[in-house]
């Protein structure tokens, strides 16, 4: 199976203190790291085991500049057959519309099965799994958390709210949006990425992929991000101010009548 | 045949014999030959080990650990039996030898005829006899007694009893084959009227000669004949039947001893002889297969007895995390003894995680090295653990509690994932501040000392009183010190211990850099775990001491005086970490500490200095989420509170956090309290002419009056 998982690569939030930058329109950047943006990283493991099972390829993809390269080579140590960096000047200040324009021109050019996105980026918006599919003429299912490969098909699973889980039946090929908690991914040290650091990664510009400048960037964007900001605290925290015992029994109390207990 | 012969001389009984008593040495040392040489194919196939250097500290070893028996008083009764077991094997050595040549021909040892020879017997009469009542005495403790610490949980297999018992009553056969012999034939010589050298009395040979004194001549003649036959099969199949199991060590524990580790502290490097610039090059990290093991720590697995001390005192199997020391070698070894059949082919190496060992088995360890303490066989454990972790870091086989820290460490340089910019705002405190001022080592500062810090103490809010403590007494003793500040990452003891070398090598070497370009001529810490990694991991860098050395030769020199204990009736009870302790023998220092403050009581928890129990760990380990019953610091508590105190103190900030966690999960908030020593000292500190600045609260040991 030719698997394609779009990833990208975002400040890892466990590791930066977020902060907005003087213009306020953006997050403080000097000082941030940043890695894989995690439901991809389950997405290019789900990919992966997939691959083990029946065979084929894993291709990894994102768009962005040189500094993205990072992530790619992290998915190559974890495994990844081949990786590919997408940029160009053209695709900057893309909404979620462009990202997927720029995907399906990507994923046109080449014959993919199954087609892996995370199911939404630290800071994204969850759309581009949805519009990539609907560009295609693809079937997508989102939020997945259980993939399991049958004849010409796929069956997979997603958590309803409350606990319950669905079973879906989707024809190959397809757009899977992937949960955390599909899979545990593996490890990648130091050593596995310098172990692929000679791996080339060939960059593709808009017109490699046959992508119309006009339809990505800024200037396509609808969708335009006018405010970030950080909102103010609120009043929403009870303090306790009991003993050890008189607290455990409040809070008990609490969660009862919220509906936690039943 | 012995019907149709009839002896001129006693010294003759064993002739008609001889054919076969020889047929018999040689198919029993041909088939232990050919054993041990099936036993040596795995270890052949094995990684490279250096062992062969120092040989006078390993002889020195020798004699201390395998001549001397020096660890097996740790367990009174059982290691006393042992000694005098060993000693009497010793003892008997010869006369083994000699009695098995005797079959064959007219035979005496040089040196041991006559009246010399006569005393050697004497003595080995004897020791036959105590061998004889120890097997009686042990087989009776092993049946009747039954000790904890030989049982066998049923996910690690079957009950070992009967194979022990069985090992102890063969010996026991040995011994009265071999006095029976002696016994025949002093009463056949007795009653043809030959010289007799007397027995030793009532040794089992006097006894068994009183009882067949009277038997006749052709009686006694059959008895020594068989005695003897009894003796050589007895012996034999002792010799091939011992590669089997436990009582191996018989043969192996004076390799395993002599080729043991030479330095604590320290890990075995991921491939011996290859460097770490050629570590690319290698093509797996670590052990997987069982071949990954190094020829020395297979030795190991054969060495084992079996006597389950190691897990007796692992922090990790006292809490009912799935690991057992002892375990980690049996399993191997009836790997071993599986896929290196004595009879058959060998096997193909498969994985042994999710085969023998369970990835949990191997996270569950802390390194605490609480099982190398004991083993009277001086049987390595963590560098295994180590290189087990190595395999599965390499195969990307790491439980996801850990990817985070290890993720943050790689782009951060600390577990936690805080900027670098703020790992030294535990200085910047404002109360501090005032009275004592850190320098950030740099171009414009220097310093002579370098105050290595470390993650914990830089970003934890709770541990950062610690580095204010440490600050102060440097400051106070007018030390000229500083810190690297944002250059600083974790010293990466943890995470080479976690098995990822190259992280672990990154940071060392970023870490080298910083402290050489601050021109520093010494480094004290306060963190036992970045002491040990810049004591044995890190090379080329200045003399590394633990704040406890250095408070402790101030207070000698007369430098620190304290005022007098807070409050009457606190009763102090020194826990010893175990990267001080154990790995690095600092267990006087911080003692010598206390006892220096006027009117500090101190008691010994009965597990203390080289028998301390873990605290539950440090670095990564506070991340890892292990399956278990209790913690370990909720232990290591009620040992304090069994000992009679209500402060806890201590010298490492993660055995803080395991302690005062331990303290609420146990319940004894209000009634027990950790301190670490810095802060104690710092506390207790005369400062003339200076405000008092101690900043941790004094209620931390002084408002809860037991």
Known sequence: MEILVCARRVPD????????????????????????????????????????????????????????????????????????????????????????????????????????????????AAQVGGMLAAMLDYPFASLVNSISVEDGKLKVGREIEG???????????????????????????????????????????????????????????????????????????????????????????????????? | MVGNYSPAQITDWLVPGRNLFLTIHVLGVACFVYIVAKRLVPLIRAQRDFR????????????????????????????????????????????????????????????????????????????????????????????????????????????????????LNLIAILMVADSLFAASKAAGHAQQGQPVESLAVLSLPWLLQIAIGSMSLATLWILNVTAYLVHELAFYFLLCYRPFGIQFHVETSLFSIYFAKLERGTLKPVRWGVPDEHLDQVKSFGVKTFEDFTWKHMLDFYSCADCGRCADNCPANAVGRPLAPRFITIKARDYAF???????????????????????????????????????????????????????????????????????????????????????????????????????????????????????????????????????????????????????????????RFGEEMLFMALRDHNTDAIKASGVQRIVTADPHAYNALKHDYKDVPP??????????????????????????????????????????????????????????RVEMKRSRDRSFCCGGGGLMLFYEPKEEQRMGVLRVRMAAEAGANVIVTACPFCMVNIEDAIKVAGLEGKMSAVDLTELVDQNIVRQGRPETSETPKVETANFGG
């Open chain 2, 544 to 601: 590394v001491e633990h704040i406890s050395q250095v408070i402790a030769r101030e207070v000698k020199a007369g430098n620190i005086e304290f005022n007098p204990v807070g409050n009457k009736d606190s009763v102090y009870t020194y826990h010893d970490p175990c990267y001080l302790g154990r790995h690095n023998q600092i267990y006087d220092e911080p003692r010598s500490v206390l006892d220096a403050i006027p009117g500090l009581k």
């Open chain 1, 13 to 124: 939030t466990s590791e930066n203190e977020i902060e907005l930058n003087a213009a306020g329109n953006d997050l403080e950047r000097d000082e941030l790291v940043y890695s894989v943006n995690e439901p991809d990283n389950y997405a290019v493991e789900e990919a992966l085991q997939i691959r083990d099972r029946v065979g084929g390829n894993v291709t990894v993809v994102t768009i962005g500049g040189e500094d993205d390269e990072e992530i790619l080579r992290r998915e190559l140590a974890m495994g990844a057959n081949q990786a590919v960096l997408i940029s160009d000047d053209a695709f900057s200040g893309s909404d979620g519309k462009g990202i997927a324009t720029t995907l399906k021109g990507f994923v046109q050019k080449g014959h993919y099965d199954l087609i892996l996105t995370g199911v939404q980026a630290d800071d994204g």
């Open chain 2, 52 to 167: 062969l250097d120092h040989p006078l500290t390993r002889l020195a070893k020798v004699f201390k650990f395998w001549l001397g028996q020096w660890k097996h008083p740790r367990y009174r009764f059982a290691g006393t039996l042992h000694i005098v077991i060993f000693a009497g094997f010793i003892l008997l050595a010869l006369r083994a030898f000699s009695v098995l040549a005797v079959g064959t021909e007219h035979f005496a040892l040089p040196g041991l005829n006559g009246r010399v020879g006569h005393l050697y017997d004497i003595i080995t009469d004897y020791a036959a006899t105590v061998v004889f009542l120890c097997m009686v005495v042990a087989t009776l403790r092993r049946l009747v007694l039954r000790p904890a610490r030989y049982a066998v949980p049923a996910k690690y297999g079957k009950d070992h009893t009967a194979d022990a018992v069985f090992l």
């Open chain 2, 338 to 496: 599986q896929h290196y059949p004595v009879l058959g082919k060998s096997n193909n190496s498969k994985p042994l995680i999710g085969t023998i060992y369970s990835e949990d088995e191997i996270w569950s360890c802390t390194t605490c090295g609480a099982c190398e303490e004991e083993c009277p066989l001086l049987i390595e454990y963590i560098d295994k653990i180590v290189d087990l972790r190595r395999g599965m870091i390499d195969d990307g086989n790491v439980p996801q509690s850990l990817q985070k820290p290890l993720k943050a460490l790689e782009s951060r340089g600390n577990p936690y994932g805080k900027m670098e910019k703020k790992k030294a705002d535990w200085a910047k405190a404002p109360e501090f501040q005032k009275t004592c001022g850190v320098k950030i080592l740099d171009k414009k500062n220097a310093a002579d000392t370098l105050y290595f810090v470390d993650s914990i103490t830089s970003y934890d809010d709770r541990m950062q009183s610690i580095g204010r403590s440490t600050a102060k007494i440097l400051d106070h003793i007018g030390e000229n010190f500083g810190i690297l500040g944002a250059a600083e990452k974790d010293s990466g003891h943890e995470v080479r």
């Open chain 1, 163 to 262: 606990g319950n889980r669905e079973m879906n039946e989707i024809d190959l090929p397809c757009v899977l949006s992937i949960q955390t908690g599909i899979n545990e991914p593996r490890y990648v040290g130091m050593r596995g990425i310098r172990q692929v650091a000679s791996v080339p990664i060939p960059t593709l510009g808009a017109s490699d992929i046959g992508v119309d400048e006009a339809a990505v960037g800024e200037a396509a964007a609808k969708v335009k991000r006018v405010d970030y900001f950080v909102p103010a605290l609120s009043k929403g925290a009870e303090m306790l101010h009991g003993s050890r015992e008189e607290n455990a029994d409040k809070v008990l109390e609490l969660v009862a009548a919220k509906g936690g207990l039943k």
